[in-house]
């Protein structure tokens, strides 16, 4: 058992929630519960969320929100369902948990997955499997780094670490995750031709998401791809401009 499982409440423990990017998604097939097997290729960014956890329990929010001066941290929750509360219900610990958002929330960085698999570090756990019931991002965010994800994100094999800056917008508007691959159900399984195959589904069901693409567009001189089902759009490298996040792409924790 590592070290810091012995007796983690003694003294606070401070961990790192590394937000993900999806590089590129295919969606491959759609499994009798409904669920999509994908395959994708998903890095580990230097945006994160941080978590301090202490002795007794319950759990604090803070944190300035999603970009765009939008506070959509409101939506994030201290409610039984937060995903770091499942997490440490999965692992059967207890803790107290103070969070710092830095991740905007439903902006398709997996910001809820990367908290919650960041308490699944902390405690030892491996089960790629249990973790995928927590959501399908989970078992990436456990893994970390560079990867490509297969099965509906439990099957996680990791890739060499390539060094990539990015430039993210993330519009001040939400993009649900079961509402954008029902619409690509709805509309018959569409390729994206620009590497993401929820791209198109997503523009359906959110169609101001285009003038945020165009904004980055503009500003970059490239054809931005869209992060997962959204709703973030983002290019290669380092484009500074107005609610623009740049980032890079860090190697999984040691
Ligand atoms: C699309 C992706 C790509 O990385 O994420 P985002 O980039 O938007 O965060 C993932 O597949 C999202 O993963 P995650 O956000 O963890 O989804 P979950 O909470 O597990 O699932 C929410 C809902 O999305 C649908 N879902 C999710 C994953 C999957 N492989 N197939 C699905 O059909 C299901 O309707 C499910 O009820
Ligand atoms: N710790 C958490 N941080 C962020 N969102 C959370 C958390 N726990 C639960 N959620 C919920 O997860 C949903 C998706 O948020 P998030 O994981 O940040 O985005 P996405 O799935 O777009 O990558 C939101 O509806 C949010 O309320």
């Not at 759609?30 to 998903?42: I, W």
């Not at 994160?48 to 970009?67: K, M, N, Y």
């Not at 941290?73 to 509360?85: A, C, P, R």
Request: with cysteine; proline share 7%.
């Amino acid at each position: 058992m590592p070290d810091h499982v012995k007796d983690p409440l003694d003294q606070a423990v401070t961990l790192q929630a590394p937000a993900k990017m999806t590089l590129s998604l295919r969606v491959t097939g759609v499994r009798p519960d409904g669920y999509h097997t994908l395959d994708a290729e998903m890095v580990s960014l230097s945006l994160a969320d941080r978590l301090v956890l202490g002795p007794g329990e319950g759990l604090t929010i803070e944190g300035e929100g999603a970009s765009a001066g939008d506070d959509s941290v409101k939506w994030v929750g201290v409610t039984s369902d937060n995903l770091v509360t499942r997490a440490l219900a999965l692992v059967g610990r207890t803790a107290s948990v103070q969070l710092t958002k830095h991740i905007p929330a439903g902006a398709g960085l997996g910001g809820g997955s990367a908290d919650a698999a960041a308490i699944l570090r902390w405690a030892g756990w491996t089960d790629l499997g249990a973790a995928a019931r927590l959501g399908a991002d989970v078992p990436f965010c456990v893994v970390g780094g560079r990867a490509r994800v297969r099965g509906i994100g439990e099957l996680v094999e990791r890739l060499p670490f390539r060094a990539l800056d990015l430039t993210l917008l993330t519009p001040p508007l939400g993009a649900s995750t079961p509402a954008v691959y029902a619409r690509w159900d709805a509309l018959g399984g569409p390729s994206g031709d620009n590497g993401n195959d929820l791209e198109p589904a997503a523009l359906a069901e959110v169609p101001e998401l285009a003038k945020w693409r165009h904004r980055l567009g503009d500003a970059s001189g490239q054809v931005p791809r869209l992060a997962g089902s959204g709703s973030t759009w983002f290019v290669e490298g380092h484009h500074p401009g107005p609610g623009h996040r740049l980032v890079s792409t860090v190697p999984a924790a040691p």
